[in-house]
């Protein structure tokens, strides 16, 4: 049997560090066997995904120096590879389990199903549909479809009993079918769930390994419900901890830098990143901790994988990528690698444009343009507050864009300009009173190059990361 692994992320935001972790492993598993490695993108998210966010994690994954088998930019036997072009593969399966009776029509409005959730939280019963339209007959199915009215296709799941899911780092892990929901499979404007679309592709991809994050253990009894009514064999399930900050807590961009993109911006290598995430899958147990990818799948074992939830540390990616750095590069090599990350000649230009008008020595260049070579800035308080707001409308303008700025489709300065008119209405304040400590926020001085210019060349991960220092600094001094 060939392995055939796969890494479906949504793009529905900036590539996260937890999707290249689960890429890198399920990667390193299909090479160390000879077997293939799929990259599917499951965009049944209309509101949410976009292409720029499809892009971005295509860019994201190769800048690491993953490269897949098949997928949506290659193609491939098994596409499409994108899940919004497979719709009809999905209706013909969705037929398939109404008709031998193992899904059912539900037309009951949220109204009605957040009225049933209350009650079952006031009764500490498990939140589950309570199934009153598995009692409707056909006719009555017949008479409201006809009627115009609207629904959603559920999974039938048995009322008693026990489901065993088999994790092969965690054993077999069971489940009452009695407190499995019976899940939506199909919206009501036709588009599946991550649910049926997921279980129907990695059948039809012939994936024989699912090895993804443990916030899907529980959903594995529905899958595997799936596979038992469409008389599949099911993969080999592998759930794999999620990253973790310093102090034990679940990696999150609310609390730090989580997004590929960041750290590329940042100035880490490729290679180290990378290298990185490997010693986290598996760590080395004798020599050396650099490791190239090839020297990554050779050593790696999905027995090994920690399953207690590894530390995303970043003092340990600094010392790494240091070592790469110092050690790995030559000079030509450091130079090279320098001049790609923040001289590339189309930003020089973009910076050179901007800084123009300012300056009145080439030597007034440095401290004007610092702030885009730099990651975390060193502010205060006092600069900050040398406007206009006070503490509290600090506060609340700068929460609300870190918000709006995660809600951006595009991150240009034409959006930038938008959304600050838009702070400035929910705030009640002019732009020009906001400007000032953003100024201080994201370039480190009350003036500078152009705010959303700046903002755009810098990329959103860092300006996430600069907005949210400078609620802290707030934060600390009061």
Not at 389 to 410: G, I, K, N, S, Y
Request: proline letters at 6%; charged letters at 25%.
């Amino acid at each position: 049997m060939k392995v055939r692994t796969r890494v479906a992320p949504s793009p529905t935001g900036d590539p996260h560090v937890g999707t290249a972790y689960v890429a890198l492993i399920n990667y390193c598993l299909a090479r160390k066997h000879g077997g293939e490695f799929i990259l599917r993108i499951e965009d049944t998210d209309r509101a949410r995904s976009t292409p720029a966010s499809e892009i971005a994690i295509l860019d994201s994954l190769h800048w690491l120096g993953l490269s897949w088998d098949e997928g949506p930019d290659i193609g491939g036997p098994h596409g499409p590879y994108r899940q919004s072009e497979r719709s009809a593969i999905y209706q013909e399966y969705m037929q398939r389990l109404l008709s031998e009776g193992h899904a059912f029509k539900c037309f009951c409005t949220q109204e009605r199903l957040e009225e049933m959730r209350i009650a079952q939280r006031a009764a500490h019963q498990p939140s589950r549909y309570d199934g009153v339209c598995l009692t409707y007959s056909p006719e009555e199915v017949a008479r409201r479809e006809a009627a115009g009215e609207p629904y959603v296709v559920r999974l039938k799941v048995p009322n008693e009993g026990i489901c065993v899911v088999e994790d092969s780092r965690r054993g077999p892990i069971e489940f009452e079918w009695k407190a499995v929901d019976m899940q939506v499979l199909m919206k009501s404007d036709g588009l599946p769930t991550y649910h049926l679309a997921n279980v129907v592709d990695d059948h039809l991809m012939e994936i024989t390994h699912v090895v993804r994050g443990e916030e899907w253990v529980s959903s594995a009894p529905k899958h595997l419900l799936l596979y038992r009514y469409f008389g599949w064999e099911p993969p080999k399930f592998t759930h794999l901890p999620l990253l973790r900050n310093p102090d034990k807590s679940k990696l999150s961009k609310r609390k730090n830098p989580t997004g590929i993109l960041f750290y590329r911006r940042m100035g880490y290598l490729p290679e180290a990143l990378l290298n990185f995430l490997g010693l986290l899958a598996n760590s080395a147990t004798e020599g050396d901790e650099v490791m190239s990818l090839q020297e990554m799948t050779a050593r790696f074992d999905l027995e090994h994988v920690s399953v207690g939830g590894p530390v995303f540390d970043v003092s340990k990616l600094d010392w790494l990528n240091g070592r790469y750095l110092r050690e790995v590069l030559d000079l030509r090599g450091f130079m090279e690698r320098a001049g790609s990350w923040g001289f590339a000649p189309d930003r020089l230009e973009r910076i050179a444009s901007l800084a123009q008008p300012r300056v009145e020595r080439l030597s007034d260049l440095g401290p004007l343009v610092a702030f885009l070579f730099s990651g975390r800035l060193a502010i205060s308080a006092e600069a900050l507050r040398s406007g206009k707001l006070d503490d509290a409308a600090l506060r609340e303008a700068l929460t609300f864009a870190l918000r709006e700025v995660d809600t951006l489709p595009e991150f240009t300065a034409v959006a930038l300009d938008t959304m600050f008119k838009g702070i400035a209405e929910e705030t009640g304040r002019k732009v020009r009173d906001l400007a000032r400590p953003f100024y201080v926020a994201i370039t480190g001085s009350p003036t500078s190059l152009p705010l959303y210019d700046s903002m755009e060349l810098l990329g959103r991960d860092l300006v996430r990361e600069r907005l949210r220092g400078a609620l802290d600094v707030l934060e600390k001094a009061s």
